[in-house]
């Protein structure tokens, strides 16, 4: 059969236009009088190349990109929502209540009532911050699984069977009648006792159940029963209807969230750029993936994940207490390399804002705040690739630490050859003890040293949980269990229990090698917790670093000569230009030029602030970043 000279002609260039990704590339739009109405019918005919120019407006879709090369760019504001419009609701009535009541064909996930979050039913009402235990009720957990509330529980509540139990628990507290908790639990309901206690199927916790790390004592909460929907701005759901209580100050229509992810990215190359991710979140699988000026916000819902591993029944579990893509509860999962979000915001989530697990990715100027309301063992940013940048990053009110660098053990991943700089973390660790601004632990001996280095940051209130007396301290720069190869230099801590902070137990090969912690400042900081002076082989280096105001810290109450030089913790705030309106810049002659070589550096100043350059930019330019809406 003989072709025509001009079909040849057509073949071959879309030939080309198929080979060549950005050759002869086309623009769609999307939007309101656009010939493409959704984000995805558009998607079904893009190839490599394309770009995408999405219209203000609600998209209620779950975008999902598979080609390479694709970018997707909102012009003014575009949300992508995993919500749908929940229509009428019929009026009903709950605890006494006037509630409305909508059909539903299956799980919903979050309530909101136009840009009002509702929060799911809970005893006690939520009154304070979720990052915040002053709402918690006192408890006490028994080997048997009985939860007895210190409040009415027993007596109000007489069907709660429908719901889960939520509290922030460790060990039993000692005789001055503190506790210490890593994580918090969560468990089915399955009754109240005829004496007022909770009942709670203990095989299906979410964490370790009365293990080595909960022992049954701490604060926590009851959610999701029907019998606790009792408030303005509350809703239950048992997967057949949802009924909520009207909020008080609620202005829209009602929404509810019935898909987890509103963005999966598997092409290669990727740019998704000014779109607003509203109660969805995102997964990134494909390499070189691009996040510019986006907003995630409520990222994260409530879920119950029963701990299935037999491993963890005892203890920490890793499948919840570490989160899985699978039940969305990472945020924004990311394991493609070469990944760089720049410009966004991570906002208002059960979980982690962040999961990076994947090597060689840059995250710049991004702000993670109002982070793990669950108080599970998490991080605003989880980074625990290779050669990943995290730097002029912003990290507050977090119920746990700021940026998480992995766990040989757990996990079995921890971040190597990162570098994390100019950041600034504040109002961290708010439920969860024993993490800090940073954390990490890869539990070395056989595992290879991690070569990291954190520098130029700034942190900034780590005090614990508001409510109850925790034996456990909140460190600052933390680096756990033995972990090797690191640089922490020219950070600053403030107001944090224990500003540096390190923890070796094992000795000879298995002891912690290659830790140098110089060149810090310690304001207002009562102590560092390095626990390996008794341990020979342990190579902790502290140097150049210094403390005030006077008599806070005693570098040298405990520590080894050897490797403990040239501190200073006998100053007063005089020595620095204005430590209270965060100017660290040193004015004192002799810390000025006091400083010893460190690894072969001549550093002529003590401190973390060079006096010849003064006060670094730390921190997002919260300027570039979509704001929230309130």
Known sequence: ????????????????????????????????????QTI????????????????????????????????????????????????????????????????????????????????????????????????????????????????????????????YYVGLHGRAPSSNGTLSSWYSISAPIIGVTDSGLVRVDQDKASSGFLGMFGQGHGLGYIIGAKAVCDAPGEWYSDGHKVVLIPPKQGDGEYELRTRLYGLVVTGNGVRVENLRFKAAAARIEGNNAYLGGCLFEYISPFQHTPNEDPRYKRGQSMICGWGTPDNGTA????????????????????????MLRGNKARIENCLYEDVNWIAKRCAGLFA???????RYCTFRNLGGGGIEGGNAGWVEQYARQNVWEYNYIEDICKLIVDQGFFYVNHQSGDNPKANSIWRYNVGKDGNGPEKGKWAN???????????????????????????????????????????????????????????????PDAQVHLINNISLPQGRLRFSARGRQDLWLNNADSLTDEALKDPAKMDFTPVDEKLKTGGIPVLGQE???????????????????ESKLPELDR
């Open 331 to 354: 945020g924004v999962f990311v394991t493609g390399d070469g990944f760089v979000a720049e410009n966004c915001r991570f906002a208002r989530s059960w979980w982690c804002g962040m």
């Open 40 to 163: 995805s019918s558009a998607l079904l005919e893009m190839q490599p190349g394309d770009t995408c120019i999405i219209q203000p407006g609600v998209y209620r879709e779950r975008i999902q990109i598979t080609q390479d090369n694709i970018t997707l760019r909102g012009e003014g504001r575009v949300v992508v929502t995993g919500c749908d419009e929940a229509g009428e609701g019929t009026p009903v009535k709950v605890n006494g209540a006037d509630a409305l009541e909508f059909s539903v064909q299956g799980p919903v996930y979050d309530a909101f009532c136009g840009n009002t979050y509702m929060m799911p039913a809970r005893y006690p009402n939520k009154t304070s911050s979720m990052t915040s235990n002053l709402d918690w009720a006192e408890t006490v957990i028994g080997p048997d699984g009985n939860i007895a509330f210190t409040g009415p529980a027993g007596e109000d509540l007489p069907r709660v069977c429908d719901g």
């Open 473 to 535: 301290s909140v460190g600052g720069y933390y680096v756990d269990n033995n972990s090797s190869g690191y640089r922490i230099h020219n950070n600053i801590a403030i107001d944090v229990k224990q500003a540096l902070k390190y923890n070796d137990f094992r000795d000879g090969a298995q002891a912690g090698k290659d830790v140098w912690l110089y060149n810090n400042t310690l304001y207002k900081c009562p102590a560092i917790g390095i626990g390996c002076n008794g341990e």
């Open 1 to 36: 059969m003989k072709q025509s000279f001009a079909s040849c002609i057509l073949i071959i260039l879309t030939g080309i236009r198929m080979a060549g990704p950005t050759w002869g590339a086309e623009l769609f739009r999307v939007g309101t009088g656009e010939k493409y």
């Open 603 to 621: 550093i002529p100043y003590m401190g973390a602030v060079d006096p010849a350059k003064g006060m670094w930019r730390y921190g997002a330019d």
């Open 384 to 390: 625990w690739g290779d050669d990943n940048v995290v």
